[in-house]
């Protein structure tokens, strides 16, 4: 894809999260074509509105497959925060894990990181595209559906199998066990493709059946011994 059309389309997007506005479809010769395509559209978004990215993401499958995308500070928000929803599009919340590095992660190797601490999470995805995008290729370059993670107090220890539950307040769900090393060691994987991590970096796995917030909403996020996480809908 042309560095121009890549611009082309890299200052749509920028122009929708600096505004907040949705945008419409992609001009037909801007769409990106290969996923690579879309993660250069992405990066020239952040490059645009000078944002760094001090993460990576694994957001919502497209054709099946999860789409890394980058995270953004100003998109962390500790637990029990508040969200309007007239800042989300198509919004999709589900529970996730966040790990910070302990160390450098090198972009060679398959082993598991070394992590700080581990912390439970929301992780809400939106779009700035006004339809939510066909290909996994739109979806990176709408940075992979970012949205806000909400996350909460952190532990330490290695990813293992836990109890995960998504449900709003007041009501109770025994939830389901999951092995929280395969997300996490997926997400790993992205970041290692995408050239490494510095320590200090998040890496933010989604895991389990998402929800459709709506205002009012009050949702927990449990998973098990790791802890809470809590996000409010406006």
Known sequence: MDAILRDSAARCLADAVASGQ?????????????????????????????LPACG???????NGKPVPGPVLEGRVLPSGSTISMTDLRHARASAA?????????????DEMPVFATLHPAIDVGSWRLQDPPSTGALAAADLAG??????????RG??????VALAPAGTWRRGEEMDLEAP?????????????????AMLVAPIGPAVDPAPGLELHAALG??????LHFA
């Open 97 to 109: 894990i966040v790990g910070i590095l302990a160390e450098d992660l090198p972009r060679r190797g």
């Open 146 to 155: 970012l949205g806000y993670i909400a996350i909460g107090k952190g532990k």
């Open 56 to 62: 990576l993401r694994l957001g919502p499958p497209a």
């Open 158 to 163: 290695a990813p293992t199998r836990l109890r």
């Open 22 to 50: 949705p945008i419409g479809p992609l001009p037909p010769l801007a769409m990106p074509r290969s996923m690579l395509d879309g993660q250069r559209i992405a990066a020239r978004v952040l490059d645009m509105l000078d």
């Open 184 to 200: 996490i060691l997926a997400v790993a994987m992205a970041a290692r493709r995408a050239g490494g991590l510095p320590a200090g």
């Open 225 to 230: 011994r790791l802890g809470r996480a809590e």
